[in-house]
């Protein structure tokens, strides 16, 4: 039989479409209700540029005041502020050994549609932790940290249960959020903080909103486990965790449009099949602009969101839907 090769088998018109939903999908699969995606961040994202302007109202202030038969209320002007989104832009190339499973499926376009989206998907929860370590940074350095709840000590012999994280920690970081931390809907672990709380028996199992699919939960909190989420050696020994709590939507994903999203290849000397994905999008943390004060490439890589000084709030911390969580 002769073998079943990626250009045969991809259709550009039906594969780029069900990628792109199907990655949006996955990608609010993975981290519960924090990302939101809506036909506005979508055409902005599809608006081009290397930075988004994503304009939003300021919270209304003032008193209200007793109405008067005599007198007219006052009017106060309604501010606008101004959010500001990279617009980022990757790509990836698989050789036919990456896709022969999928090739030799009943349906190998499905099959490598939901691998590329799967793929998609990671890529985006790994670039929004990323920049969540930016942000926190920048708050740290110009906002009096007050996103950030802090306790854990450099040294591994002044570890103590108030160091390490615990419900009172959670209620704590809670507690960064205001009147506003009713919003909650998620916490993201690194690998090695989700297995001690695994250990504890303080990770419980709940359906899925919308499915019978049962998802991991601490607390009611939709449990995301990402290996980027900040964890570095302390100064002597030991090691310092942070941990992210979300509220719903705090991310913004915008689905925009590369010119090319696929295209399949061939080397012929090799002999090998190659599938070439693209995807434009925006994964933006709510309320907090980037900069791009510290930009190489066309457009960020992970590394660079990472820094504080491409990052500056906007939003009032009570209309910041993240806080953090620093412990051993």
């Given at each position: 039989m002769a073998e079943t090769k990626i250009a045969n088998v991809i259709v550009p018109d039906v594969f780029n479409p069900y990628v792109v939903e199907r990655t949006s999908d996955l990608?609010?699969?993975?981290?519960?209700?924090?990302?939101?995606?809506?036909?506005?961040?979508?055409?902005?994202?599809?608006?081009g540029g290397k930075l988004i302007d994503m304009p939003f109202w300021s919270d209304l202030?003032?008193?209200?005041?007793?109405?008067?038969?005599?007198?007219?209320?006052?009017?106060?002007?309604?501010?606008?502020?101004?959010?500001?989104?990279?617009?980022?832009?990757?790509?990836?190339?698989?050789?036919?050994?990456?896709?022969?499973?999928?090739?030799?499926?009943?349906?190998?376009?499905?099959?490598?549609?939901?691998?590329?989206?799967?793929?998609?998907?990671?890529?985006y929860r790994d670039l929004a932790i990323s920049s969540l370590a930016g942000v926190f940074a920048d708050n740290?350095?110009?906002?009096?940290?007050?996103?950030?709840?802090?306790?854990?000590?450099?040294?591994?012999?002044?570890?103590?249960?108030?160091?390490?994280?615990?419900?009172?920690?959670f209620i704590d970081g809670q507690a960064t959020f205001g009147d506003s931390m009713g919003q909650l809907v998620g916490i993201a672990f690194h690998p090695d903080m989700?297995?001690?709380?695994?250990?504890?028996?303080?990770?419980?199992?709940?359906?899925?909103?919308?499915?019978?699919?049962?998802?991991?939960?601490?607390?009611?909190?939709?449990?995301?486990v990402d290996r980027t989420c900040p964890k570095r050696a302390g100064t002597t020994s030991g090691f310092v965790y942070t941990t992210y709590l979300f509220g719903e939507g705090a991310i913004g994903l915008g689905q925009g449009a590369a010119p090319v999203p696929s295209e399949t290849d061939r080397d012929s000397l090799a002999g090998g099949d190659i599938l070439i994905t693209r995807s434009h999008f925006l994964m933006h943390p709510r309320?907090?602009?980037?900069?791009?004060?510290?930009?190489?490439?066309?457009?960020?890589?992970?590394?660079?969101?990472?820094?504080?000084?491409?990052?500056?709030?906007?939003?009032?911390?009570?209309?910041i839907r993240v806080a953090a969580i620093i412990t051993n």
């Open positions: 990608a609010r699969f993975y981290m519960g209700g924090i990302i939101s995606n809506n036909p506005e961040l979508d055409a902005l994202a599809l608006k202030t003032g008193d209200d005041e007793v109405l008067s038969d005599s007198g007219a209320l006052t009017v106060n002007a309604i501010a606008a502020g101004q959010d500001i989104a990279a617009l980022h832009m990757r790509g990836k190339a698989w050789g036919v050994n990456d896709l022969a499973k999928a090739l030799a499926g009943d349906d190998p376009m499905k099959h490598i549609a939901n691998m590329v989206a799967d793929f998609w998907a990671r890529k740290v350095a110009n906002d009096g940290g007050d996103m950030v709840h802090s306790v854990a000590v450099e040294i591994i012999g002044s570890q103590t249960a108030d160091t390490r994280f615990s419900g009172d920690r989700y297995y001690a709380m695994k250990k504890l028996d303080n990770i419980s199992f709940q359906k899925e909103s919308q499915g019978d699919l049962e998802v991991e939960t601490y607390r009611g909190l939709r449990v995301i309320g907090v602009k980037f900069t791009s004060t510290t930009v190489t490439g066309t457009t960020p890589t992970n590394a660079e969101c990472a820094l504080a000084v491409n990052w500056d709030r906007v939003y009032e911390r009570n209309n």
